[in-house]
């Protein structure tokens, strides 16, 4: 495995730009491949079984395109079908559960007296799965989990609403009764980190918030380097010249022009090379 080869990323559609950037941040030597699943966008709400296909489909896709490491940006994808993904990857596979819940139960003993709950917010999708809370509970067995499904904030982050009294209402809403019970709150979902200081607002400044795709960035890179796979030079050879071009290259299954607009938002800047594919046709064509 050459270390030369640039990292898979793959989410339902714009919002896993948010672990792409922090992902981009911690890692700055790293080159990145990111398919964006815009024609099937929001998996948030389906079932098991269609998002282990979409996933498995997206993530046949990346490798395909010679990835020395997949990391699965999506909530509900990691949630619900790592297992099905990693049984057809021979590479290292890392969503941003565990990472997000390791990083929850680490703040919150590094902090006051365990006394609250972690509270987590998500699509419904992941906490219909629970995938969280076994995760938060595994880290620590005494932990106390609360779950809430906000599926309102995706399409507000989308928008650009992030400071407006219609999203301070849905926050209140979604977040009013279990606000008193937590101490740390897990930011669940690829766009819920645009909202960031609405939910701070709402929850109040004793809350801690984890953001799963930092928490994932960071283990991403010890990995890397536990795996003798980080990027540490460079460039120099021709056949390293030709394994990374150094421009990152993002991948959409729909409407690129919208994921463009979006990801202004998210990134600051539109995205370098961005290209509209179909990944699930031959699949189809051999069904
Ligand atoms: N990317 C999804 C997640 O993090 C949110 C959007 C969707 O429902 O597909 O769970």
Redesign the pocket.
């Known amino acids: 495995m050459n270390s030369h080869l640039p990292i898979g990323i793959f989410?339902?559609?714009v919002?896993?730009l948010t672990v792409y950037r922090a992902l981009h941040e911690h890692l700055p030597n790293e080159h990145f491949v990111y398919l964006g699943d815009t024609a099937r966008?929001?998996?948030?709400?389906k079932s098991l079984a269609t998002v282990e296909r979409y996933a498995v489909e997206n993530a046949r896709f990346l490798a395909a395109h010679g990835i020395k490491l997949l990391v699965v940006a999506?909530?509900?994808a990691s949630a619900l079908a790592l297992p099905a993904i990693r049984s057809e990857l021979n590479i290292d596979v890392v969503g941003v559960i565990g990472p997000g819940a390791r990083a929850a139960v680490k703040t919150q003993r590094a902090g006051r007296a365990r006394t609250q709950a972690i509270g987590v917010v998500?699509?419904e999708s992941?906490v219909q799965s629970g995938a969280y809370t076994a995760a938060i509970k595994k880290a620590d067995a005494n932990a106390t989990v609360v779950e809430r499904a906000c599926p309102l904030f995706?399409p507000l982050a989308e928008e650009g609403w992030t400071d407006n009294d219609v999203v301070r209402m849905i926050a209140e809403t979604y977040l009013q009764d279990v606000r008193a019970s937590i101490d740390t709150l897990v930011l669940g979902?690829?766009?819920y980190p645009i909202l960031r200081e609405v939910i701070q607002q709402t929850v109040g400044d004793s809350v801690q918030l984890i953001d799963s795709g930092e928490a994932t960035a960071v283990e991403v890179k010890s990995l890397l380097k536990e795996k003798d796979l980080a990027r540490l030079t460079m460039p120099t050879g021709a056949l390293e010249r030709q394994l990374c071009d150094d421009l990152d290259h993002f991948y959409v299954t729909d409407a690129a022009e919208r994921f463009s607009r979006v990801a202004e938002r998210f990134l600051g800047s539109k995205p370098s090379r961005l290209e509209a594919v179909e990944i699930w046709g031959e699949d189809r064509l051999r069904a």
Request: proline share 5%.
């Open positions: 989410d339902s559609g919002g896993g966008v929001p998996y948030g709400t999506c909530n509900t998500a699509t992941t995706v979902c690829t766009h």
